[in-house]
C-alpha cells in the first residue's frame, strides 16, 4: 500500500520559531509537494520538488523554505513562525502531477 | 484569473439518497480534471480522473461529468451511505502538470 507520512499530526509552536515539516514517501517517486489548506479555500502550493537539491517556487512561497537532501524525504521549514502561518499543511508525491497525500500536519502558532 | 468554484458549500442528505456536486471552472488551457474525497482529518484521495475529451468516468457510486464547452463539472453519488461524510474537492489541471487550481470543496454529511 502506497504511503506518503507527515512526521507529526498536531503541532504547536510560538511565533518566530523555526519550524520543521517533515514528510517521507515509499513510493520512488519524482516529485513532491507542500500544500497548505485554509478552511473556505482550495489547496495552495507552497513549494515542490521535481528531483533531488531541486526545488521550485508554488503559489505562495513567502516565509517558507524547503530541503529535499534524499528523494523520499521533502521538509518544509517555516523560517521564523507567525500567527498567520496557522493551518492544516499537505505533503503529496506522484510521478508527475500530486498523486498521494499525507494525512497533514495541523499547525498551530501561538 | 483561472478559479474553480464548487457548490453548494456543504450539503446534508439522509442515508441511501443521491446527490450532485458542481463544479464550474475558468481554467484555460485545460489539461484534465479530479475530483478528490477528503476524509475530515485525512489527505485527499483522487476519485476520478478526466481528460478534456472525456464526459463521464465513473468510480463504483461515484460518476462524474465534464463538459468542456460550458466548463461544467459534477460529481453524482448514488445510494449515499455513511462512509460518504467527507469533503469533495475539484481540481482542474491547467497549461503545466504543476498548475493545479483546487476549488475549496463541499462538505457532505450523510445522515442515519
Known amino acids: 500500500d502506497v504511503k506518503v507520512t507527515q512526521s507529526s499530526r498536531y503541532l504547536v509552536k510560538r511565533t518566530g520559531e523555526k519550524v520543521f515539516l517533515e514528510c517521507v514517501q515509499d513510493?520512488?517517486?519524482?516529485?513532491m509537494f507542500w500544500y497548505r489548506q485554509d478552511p473556505g479555500l482550495g489547496l495552495r502550493l507552497i513549494y515542490f520538488s521535481y528531483d533531488v537539491k531541486m526545488k521550485e517556487k508554488g503559489d505562495i512561497p513567502e516565509g517558507y523554505s524547503v530541503s529535499r537532501e534524499k528523494k523520499e524525504r521533502f521538509s518544509l521549514i517555516l523560517e521564523s513562525a507567525s500567527t498567520n502561518q496557522t493551518s492544516m499543511y499537505l505533503c503529496a508525491s506522484g510521478t508527475d502531477q500530486p498523486q498521494h497525500f499525507g494525512d497533514g500536519t495541523r499547525l498551530s502558532i501561538l | 484569473k483561472n478559479q474553480v468554484e464548487q457548490s453548494p458549500q456543504s450539503l446534508i442528505i439522509l442515508e441511501g439518497k443521491n446527490c450532485t456536486l458542481q463544479?464550474?471552472?475558468?481554467?484555460?488551457?485545460?489539461?484534465?480534471l479530479r475530483w478528490y474525497k477528503q476524509d475530515t482529518g485525512r489527505g485527499p484521495v483522487s476519485l476520478t480522473i478526466?481528460?478534456?475529451s472525456e464526459n463521464t468516468k465513473s468510480n463504483g457510486r461515484y460518476t462524474a461529468t465534464l463538459d468542456a464547452d460550458t466548463k461544467q463539472s459534477s460529481l453524482h453519488i448514488t445510494a449515499s451511505q455513511l462512509s460518504d461524510s467527507a469533503s469533495y474537492i475539484c481540481?482542474?489541471?491547467?497549461?503545466?502538470?504543476?498548475?493545479?487550481?483546487w476549488g475549496a470543496g463541499t462538505k457532505l454529511i450523510i445522515k442515519p
Open positions: 481540481v482542474v489541471i491547467g497549461r503545466s502538470n504543476y498548475q493545479l487550481i
Open positions: 463544479c464550474n471552472y475558468t481554467v484555460s488551457p485545460f489539461s484534465n
Open positions: 478526466m481528460t478534456f
Open positions: 513510493m520512488d517517486h519524482e516529485n
